[in-house]
């Protein structure tokens, strides 16, 4: 009876999700709870690519997860676009659709740009992707000593007052992922 009870309880402690022990594999269950209609094969394999830059830029995973459900809602096809107005070589104003974020970590264009990423990789490598914004966010960690929640900086950038608001609602809107 004693054995019995043992095996009931381990399986009460084991939470599983889509036949996925969580416990062995919690990055994909994390995903599978966010996003319950994405693909067992994508959630899988979007949460190997998360593992395997977590583990080489050293940040954590269930928060640079998070980040990106709230970034992309892990698409990686996701494009941060509005209508805006641009100026061609004839000096005429146009209005035209103006992306400044791209794939699943939204990686804005002028750090795409300092960092050296190609933009259009961005938005179809998935490893590409995911490791261009583990970089970013691991880059964040130089504020970690005096602000334990130095990854809010990977949206709202620096700690000004006008900015402290901003920090506090990405906190926010992440967590709700975790």
Known sequence: MIHINKIILS???T?????VECSKHPIYCQIKKNSPKLSKKYAMKLSNVIYKAARKHKI???IYTAILKQESGYSLRAKGCHRG?????SSNFKEMKV??????????????YRYG??????TTDLEYSVNAGA???SGFKRYSRKDKDYWTRY???SRSTTKRDTCQIYKKLVERYL
Do not use: W
């Open 11 to 13: 399986m009460l402690l």
């Open 15 to 19: 939470t599983s999700i889509y036949g």
């Open 60 to 62: 954590p995973a269930n």
């Open 85 to 89: 107005i641009v100026q061609d070589s």
């Open 99 to 112: 992306c400044a974020d791209f794939g699943i970590s939204q990686v804005y264009y002028r750090t795409a």
């Open 117 to 122: 990423f190609d933009i259009s990789k961005l």
């Open 135 to 137: 970089q970013v966010l």
């Open 155 to 157: 949206n709202c950038g």
